[in-house]
């Protein structure tokens, strides 16, 4: 690893506002590499961007051109091809607080002199709402141990929206290679695999309570957009089958019981954004999918489809009836009205 840090960038279509992006990445220093993952964009100049700002800064900036295979193909591309020691994912549409990101590479140029390196970075990230033009700070002080190396038997409880995000996360590029991570091809909402698969090989963690990652949201054509998600909901449904999938969570909660809670509450809160998006949609065939989706998680998983079913935030999404559904989306709506995800 000839660099510190990799931050691969997906871009498609995102000529617009893609410059603002590398011009914050850049302040980090002269030992990272950006890869800019041009997805097949066909829209607009994005290609000549990408090439434009390789050409520009050589020895920092690689552009890579690949057929359009979604925001997960170009996480793989970026894995594939990084020569950091750490890897960081920034969409093209965000960027990251240059007095923040200073402070991030100084520890991460701490932590690649140590005998082992760190697995894992965690800081905070802000969401940046366009359609009022304010902040909200997504923090972790309640749960991690603050400016020293910790495991996961030293965390404490995440609040019901507290999440780890990509947004929040800086890994070791060589363990996304050990464990395997490799995300699906033209689907959406596979940030939710990055930020849950690779957990449990995790095994030194430090968080660092600075404000790194701006993340915009509340544009009519995001993927978080209710309408949009609506009309993607089988993609989400297929990353919550790929979750149920990527670890038997009763051995992660007997090795470390906190990360193996923190997993099982993550899985909720996938199952319960599937079967909501899935009551919005309403119909037969939607309805069918997400009692589908309960049948599959018991077959993997009795137990935990129990658990999650009846005794968890889960139970919101399947309250049975016409009534019940309507109740479901409506909690889910005020939910959303409290804490501005999406």
Not at 51 to 58: A, C, L, M, S, V
Not at 124 to 139: L, S
Not at 280 to 287: A, N, V
Request: proline share 4%.
């Amino acid at each position: 690893m000839d660099k510190i840090l990799t931050f691969a960038v997906p871009c498609y279509n995102s000529a617009a506002y893609m410059d603002h992006c590398v011009e914050t990445l850049l302040t980090a220093g002269e030992d990272i590499e950006i890869i800019l993952v041009d997805d097949g964009s066909v829209k607009d100049d994005t290609p000549q961007k990408c090439d434009g700002w390789q050409e520009k800064y050589p020895d920092i900036i690689r552009a890579i051109h690949q057929p359009n295979g979604g925001h997960g193909e170009g996480v793989n591309q970026g894995i594939r091809n990084a020569r950091g020691l750490y890897y960081k994912v920034v969409d093209s549409d965000d960027w990251l607080d240059a007095e923040a990101l200073q402070r991030v590479m100084t520890k991460l140029r701490e932590c690649a002199q140590w005998p082992e390196p760190l697995d894992l970075l965690i800081a905070n990230y802000v969401y940046e709402h366009v359609e009022d033009n304010t902040q909200k700070v997504m923090g972790y002080r309640n749960v991690f141990p603050r400016e020293k190396v910790f495991t996961w038997d030293d965390i404490g409880r995440f609040r019901p929206s507290q999440y780890l995000l990509m947004h929040s996360v800086i890994y070791r590029t060589q363990l996304l290679r050990d464990c395997g991570l490799e995300l699906p091809k033209h689907t959406f909402y596979v940030d939710n695999i990055f930020v849950y698969q690779p957990l449990p090989f995790v095994k030194s963690i430090y968080y660092m309570d600075v404000d790194l990652y701006r993340y915009f949201i509340g544009r009519a054509d995001q993927s978080v957009n209710e309408s949009v998600m609506v009309g993607r909901v089988d993609q989400q449904v297929r990353v919550t089958k790929l979750m149920i999938g990527a670890h038997d969570l009763k051995a992660v909660r007997s090795a470390h019981p906190k990360l193996g809670r923190y997993m099982t509450n993550y899985l909720a809160m996938m199952m319960t954004i599937s079967s909501i998006f899935l009551n919005l949609d309403g119909s037969p065939e939607k309805l069918g999918a997400k009692t589908e989706l309960w049948e599959h998680l018991r077959a993997v998983d009795p137990a935990l489809h129990h658990k999650l079913k009846y005794r968890s935030l889960s139970t919101v999404g399947v309250i049975p009836g016409y009534q019940g559904r309507k109740l479901s989306v409506k909690l889910y709506r005020m939910a959303r009205k409290i804490y501005k995800f999406n």
